[in-house]
């Protein structure tokens, strides 16, 4: 017998590649949120036009690209915290599966593939993104640590998609539904925030250092008042709409859709990934579907 016949190759499975790693770190479930670019097509009942549609594609890939950066950037500088995370450990950065250099160096090339997607729609646009992505970079260095600025900085970036969204098309947005959008992302925001301290505090694991400012009753408290404003706001809004009160029949889907999120907020403490619940609860995504067909059929009756 040879001595290479003592040795036996064994083919050991090869760690995540770069490639799939990168994919994951950027966080595509996530891009669920840059749905709301289609926001102003649709209330603006130009559902029939394809120029506009073409236009909104093109801001949703372009948000997706720059809310990518971000997350890259993001998950380099806290990758440290994230290693003592139960669940972040696993993002690739933090677990050694993307180096440093290869996610700063994709995050430039997104953003700088998603100012060339905004450079056709107009400067607003363009500025709106600017200020998108000056507001995740302000959040990922300082703003995230500082009680109740956190989740109004969160509450801020769907606002701006929601704008720009309406400025992709060129069509104008109402006041109430940029209102009712930063009081719903706001709701979502201190859910989430509620997630992470019931994680903290019944798993003792550590968390962000602004849960240290927040408490659950005062949570539950602020996740109260936040929820009321949203229904009464959108109510508001239907009571106003130019498509007269025929709008007002859309109203049970979003109480419904908000008691469902706190029920399982309280019942499966599911609120730290509100991604995730938004896209998987079947009578969530019920509500939701639901009310983009009606509203759909509503506007394009008007």
């Not at 970079?137 to 969204?165: C, E, M, N, P, Q």
């Amino acid at each position: 017998m040879s001595a290479d016949a003592l040795y036996e190759v064994v083919e050991v499975p090869a760690r995540r590649t770069a490639a799939k790693a990168l994919v994951r770190a950027l966080r595509p479930r996530q891009w669920t949120k840059n749905l709301l670019l289609f926001a102003g097509i649709v209330f603006a009942a130009k559902l029939g036009d394809g120029t506009k549609w073409l236009e909104a594609g093109a801001s949703f890939v372009a948000y997706c690209a720059a809310s990518s950066a971000g997350y890259l950037v993001n998950d380099v500088m806290d990758r440290d915290a994230d290693r003592a995370h139960p669940v972040k450990r696993l993002r690739p950065v933090a677990s050694g599966a993307l180096t440093p250099r290869a996610a700063l160096t994709a995050a430039g090339a997104l953003f700088a593939a998603s100012v060339a997607l905004a450079l056709p729609l107009g400067l607003a646009f363009l500025g709106l993104l600017i200020v998108y992505a000056a507001l995740q970079g302000g959040y990922s260095l300082r703003l995230k640590h500082v009680v109740l600025i956190d989740v109004f900085t969160i509450a801020a970036l769907f606002v701006v998609r929601a704008a720009a969204g309406a400025e992709a098309v060129h069509v104008r947005i109402s006041p109430w539904l940029l209102l009712c959008t930063g009081l719903l992302a706001l709701f979502l925001a201190l859910a989430k925030r509620r997630g992470e301290l019931v994680l903290v505090l019944s798993a003792e694991t550590p968390g962000r250092r602004v849960l240290e400012g927040y408490s659950l009753p005062l949570i539950d408290q602020l996740v109260t008042v936040v929820a009321s404003a949203t229904i009464v706001s959108y109510a508001l809004y239907t009571f106003t709409a130019r498509e007269s009160h025929t709008m007002m029949i859309t109203i049970p889907y979003v109480v419904f859709g908000i008691f469902r999120y706190l029920l399982l907020l309280h019942r499966q403490g599911a609120g730290e990934e509100p991604d995730q619940v938004l896209v998987t609860d079947v009578p969530i995504l019920a509500a939701v579907a639901l009310f983009g067909l009606t509203c759909a059929a509503i506007l394009a009756a008007s």
